[in-house]
Each structure stands twice: as structure tokens, then as C-alpha cells.
């Protein structure tokens, strides 16, 4: 709880949001991101965040009609007049209706739809381009047939009123665009009809699952969804907030372990590469698997003698840089069996010239123990030096002074451009982005709260990483949709928490002594009025500012990030508050202890 809201030392707050435990945001935030996202749920299994790719789930222009066409409406599963009736129009050949979808080989996906009979209980749903699919009946509590080719694991649920939700998982066998579809499968042909509403497509292991509750359908109308962040800390499991990240690409195209094949030696994933030097090794590969959601592969290393045993998940030509670049390396990392008896364990950076010849190399030794993968995560960041680098490689090394036996357990590694790690992005075979999580207020939902002569902002947030000098991460903006016209809470170049006035690109910054502390929440206000502002954090002494006066035009207020972007938190915003006045400083002071 926010102390003193709502009592005779402070008025009740006009904008109160509460990011710690819950489950989505407040309607009068704008959120979007535009790609997947992984996150830790409450039980501590990393998932994918809530999503549906289809761009339209209520069956319009983005589907495509054969031998079919909508002949009617009926009451939907959540109670409105969207039902629609789909009946085959030709005596010849099934009917049928597509979407397509870009999916990655090796991913698995789960196609979901509501589906009820209109005259004709066999319902099947299929991928035309990559084949297979799975019928299932409409009557009694549902059936479902054997899969077929790229399907599996096919569940229906009845849900009321005649309604069934049917779904199964559906394994992409290349990197393309495929139709997923609705048909009859059958030899009967005209007058075959359902009703069908609700067409969902998510990555298997998503947040929340796809089950029999309206809660895990996210409808669509233009564009594919993908809902903000709630994350959990998987040590401890408290819920730490809204996680809100600036853009990344994994450059490892494959830390999903595909290609891996268990045995003596066993086979690599797919693009990896494992090497010795000095020493005897012999080498066992177990899985892949997964563990709190994390696919993993464990490697059984046994040395008869000293020597180096090297795991590299790129060649050395395949990740192309340049000096003066910051990249960080990281992988769970687990003790599985054996002991480090007479074993170094490292995570590196090496920088490699055009043709693939080590120039120099950044590295981090690590300790792994048998506690949770999801709790071991090791890293390195490196700024490149050397003047003729061409490509980075990221590796793993076991230094053996002697005769050892152990077994890594190694989990999605992650090698992306910046100073700090960030969550996630699993890959099959090729690298790929995670866009910038965006949100903000505007329009009526920013104005009716808002007080353009006095006020204060509180916000509550979490970093894991300490921020660049040269950035300044951003926790909570009001502006006119530039910056140049703003009130913030932001740090400084010293990492100091601060406030900032921003009048016609005049910036006046209002720095508090409280330096922020990396894991460890921090409370930071911001009270405004013309030539009377002061920012207060973690319960200090007030700075104050009495020279400018109070931005005019202010219309947004964008959470972790400023207008045009490139000041993401890069970490979770917990509490953001607004108080109509501007609050003296002994109440700033008690707000933010």
C-alpha cells in the first residue's frame, strides 16, 4: 500500500495503478508491443505472454471462403449476436475457410476455435499447406479424433449452450506463411453447417493455457494481440510488476535446442558446436527437455586430464559486429550431476576478425550449483575493442585442471546488442526480435485526472540492471507528445533519481541524492507548480526548484519510456500514483519511504 492516500494529510489520488499481481491493465491504458514476449508466471515457469496471431478471431476479411460462405448469425459463447453460420455451397467438394499465418519451423502452436453444430456434427479444423488436422464431434460432452500429420494433442470442451471449444497443437515443419482452416472433411457436402466464433492461434506454453473460459480467448480485428507483462521473480515468486523493455534480437538462432539428439557423444543442437582442447573427453547428451518452462539440453562432461571443454552456440563467422558495440551473453546454467571438482566454469564474449580468427575475448567465471536453472543465469557484457572485429561468438567454457566428471545443464542462451540482458526470446532457426513494450494514456483518459496548473506523480519501480551512464532511463512521462515540453521521473548521467521539468526544450533537472539500487524497489515523487516543483525518493530530503514555471499542452502520460522512445525503464513499473495538488515535502518524503 501507497501510504497517506486518502487521509487529511494528503486528498485521495485521481489516477491509481497498481501493477504488482495483476493480470491486465487499466482500460484507459494504450499498450502494445507487436511480437512475442516471455515472462515468468506466478509458479515461476517461464511462458509466453498472452496472444493471439490471428489479426481478425471473429472470421472477416482476413478469411478466406471455398465452397463456403456465412449464411447467418447466432448467440456467441460470451452472449452477443456474433455466432456465425458457415455452410458449404457446393454439392461437389468440402467447404471451407483459411487464414494465413507466419510460423516458425520447429514451433509448436495451439489453434483454437468455438464451434457449435448447425445441422451437422462433424467439425474439423487443419493446416492446408503444411498438412494435417484433427475432426472432432459436436454432440454430448465432444470427442475428438487421432490427429493427423503437423497435429497433436487435441482437447474439445464443452462450454454451454451447445458450444464446444475445440483446439490441438500444431508443430510448424518450415519457416513460411500457412493456412490454418475450418472444413468438413467429409463426403457430404452441401447443407453440412456449424456455427463457429472465436478463432485463436497462440505459441504452445502461453501464458494461462487455452481452456473451456472465455478468459484465455483474445479477440482480434486488425492485427495480432499481444498483451503487456505481469511478471513474477522465479527465486522467490513475488510478483515484481508491469515489464516494460526496450527492443532486442537474439542472435542465437537456435537456443531452443532443436536438432539435439541424447547419446555418446550424442548430437549437438542444430548450428552448435562443441570442442576440446588438451585433455581426453567423453561426452553425453540427455534430451532436449524442459525445466520451469526453460528448454534445456544437459551435457555430461567427463576429463581424464586437464584440458578446456568448449560450447559454442554460433560459429565464429555467424554473429557480425563492429567496434564499439556492447553485447551481453547469457544462458541458465545448472549443476545437473557431478561436482566441479577440478572445473572452472566461464561465459564469454569472443571478438573474431573477417575470417573468423580471435582477436580477444571478454569473460566471466560462474559458479553453477544444483538449485532451480530458472535462479542461475550467468552473464557477460563486453564493449568491443579490437578495431578489426567483424563477428562476436558466444561460449561457455570448462576449464578442467585436472581429471573431472559433471553435467551442465544448459538452458536457452541469449546473445543480443546492449548492456544488460533482457527476458527471453526463444528461437528454432533463425534470430529473432522482441519489439519495445509501449504504453500510455491519452485523450479523455489522461484529461480527466489531470491538473495542467499543480500536481504530484509518485511511481514505484524495479530494475535488475543498473543503467549506462549515458542512458536515462524513464519512469513515468507527462507530455505534450514531444520532449521538449514534459514532467518526469527519470535518473541522471550520476544514476541519481530525479525529476525533470522540459518547457520549449529548456530542461531543468530536480536530482534527489538517492542513487538508484539495483533489485531493490525505489519510490520516487514529483510535485509541480510554477516556480514551486520538488522531487523526493526513497523518504529523503526534498530538491526543489523554484526558477520555471509548469509545461503548457501536456497530453499523454507514457509509462517506462518518453515520446519517440530510447528511454525504456528496462524493468518493472509496481505503483504509479497522481495527486491533483502539489504535495508539500514532508508528504513527499512520507509517500516515498
Known amino acids: 500500500m501507497i501510504p497517506l492516500w486518502g487521509t487529511s494529510t494528503a486528498p485521495s489520488p485521481t489516477l491509481s495503478l497498481d501493477f504488482v499481481g495483476a493480470t491486465s491493465l487499466d482500460a484507459g491504458i494504450t499498450f502494445s508491443r507487436g511480437s512475442q514476449a516471455t515472462l515468468f508466471n506466478s509458479a515461476g515457469t517461464l511462458v509466453y505472454a498472452k496472444h493471439n496471431l490471428f489479426l481478425q478471431s471473429q472470421f472477416a476479411s482476413s478469411w478466406l471462403f471455398s465452397n463456403a460462405s456465412f449464411t447467418g448469425t447466432t448467440t456467441a459463447p460470451d452472449g452477443t449476436n456474433t455466432g456465425q453460420v458457415l455452410n458449404d455451397s457446393s454439392a461437389a467438394a468440402a467447404g471451407y475457410l483459411y487464414q494465413g499465418v ?23 479444423i487443419q493446416n492446408f499447406t503444411q498438412t494435417g488436422g484433427v475432426t472432432f464431434t459436436l454432440t454430448g460432452s465432444g470427442s475428438a479424433a487421432a490427429p493427423t500429420g503437423t497435429f497433436s494433442n487435441a482437447v474439445i470442451t464443452a462450454v454451454g449452450d451447445g458450444w464446444y471449444r475445440c483446439s490441438a497443437t500444431f508443430t510448424a515443419t518450415g519457416t513460411a506463411s500457412t493456412n490454418f482452416g475450418i472444413s468438413t472433411n467429409s463426403s457430404v457436402f452441401t447443407g453440412d453447417a456449424w456455427a463457429i466464433w472465436g ?76 570442442d576440446t582442447t588438451g585433455g581426453v573427453f567423453t561426452r553425453t547428451i540427455s534430451g532436449p527437455s524442459t525445466e520451469s518452462g526453460i528448454t534445456y539440453i544437459d551435457i555430461q562432461i567427463q576429463a581424464s586430464a586437464g ?17 564499439g558495440q556492447v553485447w551481453t551473453n547469457t544462458a541458465y546454467v545448472k549443476l545437473a550431476a557431478g561436482s566441479l571438482t577440478n ?13 573468423g580468427s580471435i582477436l580477444s575475448e571478454g569473460t566471466v567465471n560462474f559458479t553453477p550449483t544444483s538449485a532451480g ?16 572485429v567483424a563477428f562476436i561468438q558466444p561460449r561457455i567454457e570448462i576449464i578442467f585442471s585436472g581429471a573431472g566428471d559433471l553435467t551442465l545443464r544448459i538452458g536457452l542462451p541469449q546473445l543480443e546488442q546492449g548492456a544488460f540482458a533482457t527476458s527471453v526470446i526463444p528461437t528454432t532457426t533463425t534470430a529473432l526480435t522482441r519489439n519495445a513494450d509501449v504504453a500510455s494514456m491519452t485523450g479523455t483518459n489522461f484529461s480527466s485526472w489531470f491538473n495542467s496548473v499543480q500536481g504530484t506523480i509518485f511511481a514505484e519501480f524495479l ?32 544514476r541519481n533519481l530525479r525529476g525533470q521539468v522540459a518547457i520549449a526544450s529548456v530542461f531543468t533537472t530536480i536530482a ?58 528496462n524493468g518493472y513499473l509496481r505503483r504509479i500514483a497522481y495527486y491533483p495538488v502539489r504535495l508539500p515535502g514532508s508528504t513527499l518524503q512520507a509517500l516515498t519511504a
Open 102 to 124: 507466419n510460423v516458425v519451423s520447429g514451433a509448436a502452436y495451439e489453434f483454437s476455435v468455438f464451434a457449435k453444430p448447425v445441422g451437422f456434427t462433424s467439425f474439423y
Open 373 to 388: 536453472l530458472s535462479t542461475q543465469r550467468p552473464v557477460i557484457t563486453r564493449t568491443l575493442a579490437s578495431a578489426t
Open 199 to 274: 478463432a485463436q492461434l497462440n505459441l504452445a506454453g502461453m501464458e494461462g493455457g487455452v481452456t473451456s473460459s472465455l478468459a484465455t480467448y483474445y479477440p482480434t480485428t486488425t492485427a495480432a494481440y499481444y498483451a503487456p507483462r505481469f511478471d513474477y521473480n522465479p527465486s522467490t515468486l513475488a510478483a515484481q510488476g508491469l515489464l516494460i523493455e526496450e527492443q532486442r534480437t537474439n542472435s542465437i538462432r537456435n537456443n531452443t535446442m532443436q536438432g539435439a539428439v541424447a547419446g555418446t557423444p550424442g548430437t549437438v543442437p542444430t548450428n552448435w558446436l562443441v
Open 463 to 494: 530494475r535488475n540492471t543498473t543503467p549506462a551512464a549515458s542512458t536515462f532511463p524513464q519512469f513515468v512521462n507527462i507530455d505534450d507528445g514531444t520532449v521538449n515540453n514534459r514532467l518526469a521521473l527519470s535518473t541522471n548521467s550520476s
Open 307 to 323: 584440458g578446456t571443454f568448449v560450447i559454442r552456440p554460433e560459429p565464429g563467422t555467424q554473429v557480425a559486429a563492429l567496434v
Open 343 to 355: 572445473a572452472t566454469c566461464s561465459i564469454r564474449i569472443r571478438e573474431n576478425d573477417a575470417g
Open 512 to 569: 534527489t541524492a538517492n542513487a538508484y539500487t539495483e533489485g531493490v524497489a525505489s519510490k520516487l515523487a514529483l510535485g509541480y507548480q510554477a516556480l514551486n516543483h520538488a522531487a523526493v525518493a526513497n523518504g529523503g530530503a526534498a530538491a526543489t526548484d523554484t526558477t520555471v514555471n509548469v509545461p503548457s499542452g501536456l497530453t499523454t502520460m507514457r509509462l517506462g519510456d518518453q515520446a519517440g522512445g530510447f528511454a525504456n525503464v
